[in-house]
Every structure is written in C-alpha cells, then in structure tokens.
C-alpha cells in the first residue's frame, strides 16, 4: 500500500510533527498531513502489525488533530481518523460485522485529565458522585465473541471497529474460551462480549526460545506474538502457542424472545424486574462476575469498585508499580462508570465510550537512531557491543546506551548503523533493541563492524567454538583489571562500602591501585588531598577495607571472580575446603563430585587455579590480613534445617534478604534459585510474585509468611 519512499517521508514528517508537539501546539494547517500519518499508521498498526512508532505517540498525534476538529467542527472529515479507528482490513479471514461497534478508549495520562473526565460524568449524569469499576488494561489482541443458545457461533478481531476478521477457528483453539455457556441461566439467548488475547510472559519467552533454537528471529513483545498467532492459518499452530483470554465487557445482549436489552436503558422498567428476577447483570462489575460464574476468564479477581474518583486514582498510581508482578502484560488501567443505566445515558462519541477511560502507563517503548557501537571490555574478557543511540525518554528514564549482547545478536536483528530502532525497557530496567524499522531505510546505512583486537589493551581476541562472546584473554587488560576490582568491592562480594565503581576508576587513573591486593595497600596520605575526600570519608573507606578481611570465604571466592561461579557456587566450594588455596590440588573428577558443579563450571574453576598469577594475587591477599579459611558459616552441614531447602520472594521487613538466607545456610539448610520439586519452603514477603504463584501448583512445597518463617527459626518477635 505504501511504497518505500512514502514510508520514509510519512515517518519523516510523524517525527517532525511530535517534535513540534513537544514546545507548541500544532496549527490548523497542520490538520490534513495529521491525518495522512495517522492513517499510514493505522495501516501498519492494524494491518501490518508492524508499528513504526510508539502507542503513546500516536495517541500524541490523535490528541492533537481531536482537539484541532474540536475548535472547528466545520473542518470534520466523514474519513477522518477521529471519525473511524482503521481503514481496511487482512483480506485472509472473512469480515463480518460487529453486534455493537468496538470503539477505542479515551487515553489519560496523569490524575489531571482523570479528574477532568470524572467532573464530565458528573455534569452528564447530574450526579455529585459515581461509582467506578477499575481493571487492568490488557496489552494483548482485542477479540469479539458471540455466543447464541450458549453456544459459541463466532469469533472476532476488532478491525476498523465496525468490522473485523472472523477467527472462530482459531478462537476455539484457547483453551480459556469456553466453547459453551448457560447464558440462558440469565434469561440470555445471544450475546456479544469482548476481551483480550494475550500470550503470558512465561510462554513468550518459552516461544522465543523454540525460535532462537530454529534461528529464527524472536518476536518483539506478547502482544505482537498474541496478535500475529489470530491470524494463522493453521489451527493446530494456533493451540500450540498457549494463548489465553481475558473477556472484560458484554456490548450486547438478546432475551430469550430475541428482544433487544440495551442493559442500563431498561433500568427503574418493568422488564429491569424481569431481569433482576433472572439474575441479568444491570452493572459492568455484575457482568464481570457473570462472566466468571459462566466459567469465562473475566477479571473478576482484578477488579475493583470505588466510589469516588480520588480512590480510583490512588489505585492506579499504586498499581502501575506492580505491573510487573503479573504473569501477563498490562500497559495501564481501565476505569468504567459501573451502572449500565449511566453509561447509557452518557452514551457515546464516534471514537470512544464517554463513560469509559484508559488511565495509560509510563511508555516502554520508543523509536530512536542508532548513532554508533562501542565495545566494552569486561571482567571476563568479554567484549560487549553498546549501542549509542539519540537518546530517548522511556517509562521516565532518558536511554542513550543499549546493550547489544554479542555478534550473533546483532546480526540476526540485521542492525545496521544509521538504523531507526525500536527501543524497549524490558520490566521497566534493562533497555534493549527490539527490531530495526527496516522500511525506512534510505541505503546510507553501514554494517556493525566488530573488532579483532581487544579495544583495551589491543591483544588478539578470541571466540570459543561453543561462545557467541569475543574474549580478551590477557590477564593484565587494564579494562579487566578495573571490573575485577570494581566486583571485588562489590555489596554481594567484599562488601566495601565507599568503595563504589567511581573511586575505583578514579584511583586506577591516578596510579593509586592497579590491581585487587592494592586494595589494602591505598595510600591515604595521597587520597587525602583529592578533592571530595574528607577526614570523615577516608575514616568511613579505611573501616570498610578493614572489615572486609574478615568476610567469610564464600564471599572471597565470589569476590575473586571466577567464570561461571555466582554466589550459590562460591558457597558449594566454601563448604569443600578449610584453606581456600587446596583447590590447586583438586582434580576435575573431584570437583565434578561437588553438588550442582557441571563440566564448564568445574574446566573454570581449574584453570583459575592453575594459574600462578592467580596463586601468587591469593598470598599477597592472604599476608594482607584476608581471611582464606572456611568459618562455620561455610562449613555448616547439619543443623535443625538440615536437608530442607528454601526461597525467598517479595519484600522482607523484619530481615534483609541476605540475612534470611545466611540464618537458613547457618542452620543446615540450603537456598535454592527457583521454584521446583526439590523445593521445601517458599517464604512470601510484600508483593510476592510469579514465584508464588507457582509454588502453589505443587502439593509438595510449604508456603510461609515472614512471620511464620520467623516463628519456625524461633525468632519470633
């Protein structure tokens, strides 16, 4: 539909127009190329499924063309975007037409405009206050179904809102969609209702996995996985994929005389005693329940009702912080006036229901430049390729730098420089690329180069065969030398407060330190005369250094290093030995008969210690006061725990993680990484997620709260 050279220029002039949204207004002349992007973007959104910008910043260009025909009527178009939601459809599934149009949803974005639409109810209704049903906004694939003589007879994606592709095939093929329900227990005999397709996050990561395995590129996000799977040919692939479905709202419904119920008109009538008398739901919080009683997956569960729009949004600001806590992705809350009879007297525009309103989240995503890679040098050797990109505001934090991973990544998202990104924080932290925006590529772009020689130190690098990682393998690379020390300081290793990444990379700079012994070698009386060190702060780093050689070995075996040896590791070897320097003699056979060690682990730890430079750094810790023998705490095998494992998940008030674990490892007992059979124990603090969720489809595993967990240890307070 849309040639290359127009894709380029219509995302061109999408980004000039957002740029000018950012300082000012657009102008009426501004209205009729408005409306060419947001139809070109309604093409790739809806038809494509392969958006080249951001919801949030179409909902920018929406806003501003709404409010542009707003203060000119005369200027509406019957074909402009505000007057339909999308322009055509996939020509491989039959249309058919929707019972009850599928409308958008008005988007807010702060308790502003939520306060505005709330005092709009108000003035609609005549009322002083209403009550407000609030449930997660589902990023997933919106569906129609219509069930009649509780049966279901079809199957519907959205479309244009007016029509859609008929995906009964496929729709039969979620489990969660009930191919029956007694509708007709509640004087129903057709109905309309809509709902979400989502595809979990734990399936999605399982998908892109079988992906990855077949060298296939992975999919963006669960909502382009669930979106893409309605559309399949083969039902069969469709099941395959563990879709589910939420159904959050009934558009329309029939009596069993195949009269129309417009649900809240026929309240305070006759026939609402009818309905009453057959359990007809008359508020959307019914319907839900309805739904749910149906065997339908609603959220009922996740609902709420408040009676006062402040409630409302202090839930929602309250809720987008545990967003990441679901099994599947939200991307804001829905807020509905409850009563059907007022929703049908507020009625409606021909975008978007007045009595119902997105309250959307912090953006995830954003489109950006890729400018250049650089190269970084880890503790390892590893070479990791970080993209610099234009930087960009995403879910409140401004993104300059993504990491790339490896070679292999990279090429297999064809990621050229020059490129126009897309760019996602994955759980609102760790930013990455999802995909290059391909279509908008003018020639000028250039292939990632990857370098051949260490960019620290300029020795040869190296790929194992069974690696994606290029590798430094000089032990004296300054650039692994500041990570190796900058680990070694670590909370989780020696614990050196004061000691954080900046003054390790300052006194490197300096002369001060070249490497982890020089530690407990710094000279003070020269540190004393830079600029922002104190008496108070030297005092506070010398303490810390100090206390430091006195950390148990499990903590010095983590602080060394170690390929592939993390903190449960270090504390497996801890329990092997009393003197940390005896695994020089220990043979590969010996260290594969170590609990959870495997051939990789095992060929690391022994080339660690054959090293002599290695050997020779461990003396000089060790004649520098720190501590290379096993404590009680490392060697603990038997106790009241003993045999027993446990997890932790959630936030902990009366102990800090770490302290939960090390009274566990204390007693006999082990920490283990994750939910399994093998697992004894779940102990749940505030906001528990996933991990519990899943711990209680298994008969076998005990769950605590903390205080029980407390009372069980016998520090009950």
């Known amino acids: 539909m849309y040639a290359s050279d127009k894709t380029r220029q219509l995302q061109e002039t999408s980004k000039s127009l957002l740029k000018r949204l950012a300082g000012k207004p657009l102008k009426p002349a501004d209205i009729s190329t408005l409306r060419q992007v947001l139809v070109f973007h309604e093409y790739r959104y809806y038809i494509l499924n392969d958006p080249l910008i951001t919801d949030t910043e179409y909902d920018s260009l929406y806003k501003s063309l709404e409010s542009l025909e707003a203060a000119d009527p005369s200027i509406i178009r019957p074909d402009s975007p505000t007057q339909r939601v999308a322009k055509s459809l996939t020509k491989n599934f039959p249309a058919v037409h929707h019972l009850v149009p599928m409308l958008s949803l008005e988007n807010s974005y702060n308790a502003d405009d939520l306060l505005d639409w709330d005092r709009k109810a ?291 998202k064809d990621l050229k420089l020059g490129d126009s990104v897309l760019v996602e924080r994955a759980g609102d932290v760790i930013p990455y690329i999802v995909k290059p925006l391909t279509d908008l590529r003018t020639g000028k772009e250039k292939k990632i180069v990857f370098p051949t020689q260490c960019p620290a130190c300029g020795d040869e690098l190296v790929r194992a065969e069974d690696e994606a990682v290029l590798r430094c393998i000089n032990i004296n690379c300054p650039a692994q030398v500041v990570e190796r020390i900058i680990h070694f300081v670590s909370k989780d290793a020696m614990d050196i407060r004061s000691f954080g990444a900046a003054n390790v ?52 075996i983590f602080a060394l290093g170690i390929r592939y040896v993390g903190e449960t590791t270090a504390k497996t070897l801890a329990k092997a030995v009393s003197y940390l320097p005896d695994f020089k003699k220990f043979s590969l056979d010996e260290l594969l008969a170590l609990e959870d060690i495997g051939p990789k682990v095992a060929g690391s730890i022994l080339q660690f ?66 939910v399994s059979s093998n697992l004894s124990y779940l102990v749940v603090g505030e906001d528990a997620g996933s991990k519990l969720e899943k711990a209680k489809k298994i008969p076998a595993i005990k769950i605590l709260t903390e205080k029980e967990f407390l009372k069980f240890m016998g520090k009950a307070t």
């Open 122 to 412: 108000r003035e609609l209704t005549g009322l002083s206050g209403i009550a407000y049903c609030v449930e997660p906004k589902f990023d997933g694939a919106s569906i129609s179904l219509v069930y009649k003589n509780d049966l279901l007879v079809r199957g519907a994606t959205r479309g244009d809102g007016v029509e859609g592709d008929d995906i009964t095939i496929n729709i039969k093929q979620i489990r969660s969609v009930p191919l029956s329900a007694a509708f007709s227990d509640y004087g129903i005999e057709q109905v309309e209702i809509r709902g979400e397709v989502l595809m979990n996050k734990e399936n999605f990561k399982k998908y892109n996995a079988q992906l990855a395995e077949q060298q296939l590129p992975p999919l963006a996000n669960p909502r382009n996985a669930a979106s893409g799977s309605l559309h399949i040919k083969d039902p069969a692939e469709v099941g395959r994929r563990n879709l589910e479905a939420f159904l959050y709202h009934v558009s329309y419904y029939a009596d069993s005389e195949n009269l129309d119920i417009n649900r809240g008109e026929m309240a305070g009538t006759e026939s609402a005693h009818a309905a009453r008398s057959k359990k007809t739901p008359l508020t959307h919080s019914d319907s839900l329940d309805m739904l749910w009683n149906l065997g339908f997956r609603s959220p009922q569960k996740e609902k709420i009702v408040f009676r006062n729009i402040q409630d409302t949004i202090d839930y929602c600001l309250d809720f987008e912080s545990k967003r990441d806590q679901l099994p599947y992705e939200i991307d804001g809350m829905v807020i509905k006036v409850n009563d059907f009879a007022l929703q049908d007297k507020m009625g409606m525009t021909t975008h978007h229901p007045r009595w119902a309103i997105a309250f959307k989240f912090k953006a995830r995503q954003a489109t950006s430049r890729l400018l250049k890679v650089e190269f970084q040098v880890g503790r390892t050797g590893s070479i990791t390729p970080v993209a610099k990109i234009e930087p960009v505001p995403i879910g409140g934090v401004t993104v300059g730098s993504v990491s790339l991973f490896n070679e292999d990544v990279v090429r297999s």
């Open 505 to 556: 990379l300052k006194f490197y700079e300096l002369g001060l330190l070249k490497d982890v012994p020089g530690i407990y070698q710094l000279p003070f009386d020269k540190i004393a005369a830079l600029e922002g060190f104190g008496e108070k702060s030297i005092s506070n780093l010398q303490s810390a250094i100090e206390a430091s050689k006195k950390q148990p070995l499990h903590r010095v």
């Open 609 to 674: 210690f054959e090293n002599p430079d290695n050997l020779k750094m461990l003396s000089k810790l060790e004649g520098l006061g720190v501590n290379m023998r096993s404590s009680r705490s490392d060697k603990t095998e038997t106790g009241n725990l003993s045999g027993l494992s446990f997890l932790f998940t959630g936030t902990l008030h009366e102990l800090k993680r770490s302290e939960a674990e090390e009274l566990v490892e204390q007693n006999g007992g082990k920490i283990l990484s994750g």
